[in-house]
């Protein structure tokens, strides 16, 4: 049955319609993932520094790619501010971190050892430490929002590809996605009062390629106080 849209899926609609390059396309190719995302060799690695929310034991390091751009005799890697080059490419506000960011590499405070999140191919396009969950069961967790499969086949990784929800501890250790396979996250929140993360999701159910108005969305949340920590989907039109 299909569900009503929220505002924030409007804008969705609103931004697809404005682009006639489909966020999924439908093929049969044996191909592995990361034989058809292309890699860019001008690319630099970098890594900005380290990341760490007050209370927690480990600090988080950034990183990413930038592509030099050559001015003269001098190679400029970016700009944090006007007129000032440096590494911003990951941007905090509070418990939030949002970037375009290639891994994270996690460090406890009493050790020289990085472990990195994930040894995938993916992009990283935002992490958030859920609080109020530390303060109430001890639980350090970080949620996430990633880019992790070219769905559009242009074989590269951008804001044209599903995006999904992703969940690990403190430490990076049991990084897991949430939201099901080749459906869009269309919004997600922490409601702090039960220490839960609630989502929505669209799902492309007539397979043209977009998110509008024909396909379904699905409705989740993740109880952390629970064991399971399973996700459970549930359906606030009907119920």
């Known amino acids: 049955m299909k569900q009503l849209l929220t505002p924030s899926f409007f804008l969705i609609l609103l931004l697809s319609c404005s682009d006639p390059q489909p966020r ?23 890594a900005g520094l380290p990341i760490h929310f007050d209370s927690t034991t480990f600090l988080i390091h950034p990183i ?29 506000s509070g418990n939030s971190i949002s970037g375009n960011l290639d891994n994270l590499k996690f460090q406890h405070i009493d050790s020289a050892e990085l472990l990195p999140l994930t ?12 609080r109020s969950a530390f303060h109430a069961s001890k639980k350090e967790t970080l949620i996430y929002t990633v880019t992790d499969k070219d769905s559009n086949k242009d074989k590269k990784l951008d804001d044209r590809d599903i995006e ?17 396979d080749s459906h869009e996250l269309v919004e997600w929140k922490v409601m702090e009062i039960q220490d839960r993360i609630y989502f929505i999701t669209s799902e492309d159910i007539d397979k043209n390629g977009e998110f509008d108005q024909s396909d379904q969305l699905h409705y989740y949340y993740l109880d952390l106080k629970s064991d399971s920590m399973d996700v459970v989907e549930y359906n606030p039109i009907n119920n």
């Open 24 to 46: 999924v396309v439908y093929d049969n190719t044996s191909d592995t993932f990361e034989d058809q995302i292309l890699i860019d060799t001008s690319a630099i690695a970098l």
């Open 119 to 130: 040894d995938n191919q993916l992009k990283i396009r935002s992490f958030t430490f859920f």
């Open 64 to 92: 990413g790619q930038y592509t030099p751009e050559e001015r003269g005799s001098k190679i400029y890697l970016g700009s944090s501010s006007a007129g000032s080059s440096g590494l911003a490419f990951a941007y905090r």
């Open 164 to 180: 999904s929800l992703y969940i690990s501890s403190i430490d990076g250790q049991n990084f897991r996605k949430l939201s099901p």
